[in-house]
């Protein structure tokens, strides 16, 4: 049985279609405001969701104190402490920034390709955070890619795969720390990615044809997809509501007043069932004295908000 709040996720969902469908009726007329109106969709799907003492902003830039400025950004979330006479300048302060998002209509491998290269040079500009696996690995700035819709719509494409060999290959060529991964892609028909993060797996043997050979211990990073109509999904899944249950997860590490709802999300389940392949890293990416200590499993019990728990 449908909760309550699956209907409210999927009336935000259907909005986007709506629009997605207007818009491509006059998107080859003139396609800059087609994906001005797209930016604008997303902008405010994230202004009815999100908590209103955010600053949500479209197109800018942004500024990090090393005077590394990105490429002209679509939607950006914003510190509830910005000072307001900067809002409207088009050139953000990182330091401000919460989270930043690339907005498309229709998307194809080169628009994956782009923002997963672009997130990793602006989280690579930033200050490197130390202290805890959690600061290690992950950015202050959450950086994700939204889209309407996709570009393979033929009777035998495969969407998902697409996305992925773009989303993977990109990885492999721009992620040098797993600091710099993008965090989330949303397609809104079709399916979600959210980053995740284990500090460390241990090492272990692992039998091959020439014998026991054993593994050393290294951090894993993966993009986990829940998709519609996937296996083991419920019917109630929706790419939307996976996003907003992700980004309620992501922000609610700074702003505690959001996790009795980021709590209540997981509860009935918005993320959904996904999977997804997994990166190694050596445990070099760490801090020394971060590394001494998870080589030497000194981690918490696990728990919502713990910087030191086995998984994020």
């Not at 998107?27 to 604008?40: S, V």
């Not at 460390?200 to 050393?216: M, P, T």
């Not at 992700?246 to 999977?275: C, H, I, T």
């Not at 971060?290 to 728990?309: C, L, N, P, T, Y």
């Amino acid at each position: 049985m449908n909760h309550d709040i699956h209907d409210f996720i999927s009336k935000s969902q259907a909005d986007l279609q709506a629009e997605y469908e207007r818009i491509q009726k006059r998107a080859t007329e003139d396609p800059g405001t087609a994906g001005d109106q797209g930016e604008e969709n997303w902008a405010t799907l994230l202004r009815e969701w999100l908590p209103n003492y955010f600053h949500i902003v479209t197109k800018g830039r942004i500024l990090t104190a090393t005077g590394y400025t990105s490429p002209q950004v679509d939607v950006i979330v914003l510190h509830p402490s910005y000072p307001q006479i900067l809002l409207d300048k088009k050139l953000y302060l990182s330091g401000g920034v919460i989270a930043v998002f690339e907005c498309k209509t229709t998307l194809t491998s080169a628009h994956v390709k782009n923002a997963v290269k672009t997130s990793a040079n602006l989280k690579r500009a930033l200050p490197k955070r130390e202290g805890s696996p959690y600061k290690e690995l992950y950015s202050a700035i959450i950086y994700g890619l939204l889209s309407h819709s996709h570009s393979w719509k033929g009777r035998n494409s495969r969407p998902i795969e697409n996305i992925e060999k773009a989303l993977w290959e990109s990885d492999e060529t721009h992620v040098q720390h797993p600091r710099e991964c993008i965090d989330f892609i949303t397609v809104a028909d079709l399916a979600s990615w959210h980053v995740t993060k284990t500090p460390y797996l241990g090492s272990f043997c692992n039998s091959n044809n020439d014998g026991i050979e054993k593994q050393n211990g290294h951090a894993y990073t993966s993009y986990v997809c829940g998709c519609i109509g996937g296996n083991m999904q419920r019917a109630h899944f929706s790419p939307v509501g996976a996003l907003l249950s992700g980004l309620f997860s992501r922000f609610a590490w700074n702003f505690p007043d959001m996790r009795q709802l980021e709590e209540y999300f997981r509860k009935v389940d918005l993320l959904g069932f996904g999977e997804g392949n997994m990166r190694s890293w050596d445990v070099s990416i760490f801090s020394e004295d971060v590394k001494e200590r998870i080589v030497h499993g000194q981690f918490s019990d696990i728990a919502s908000f713990d910087e030191w728990s086995y998984y994020f």
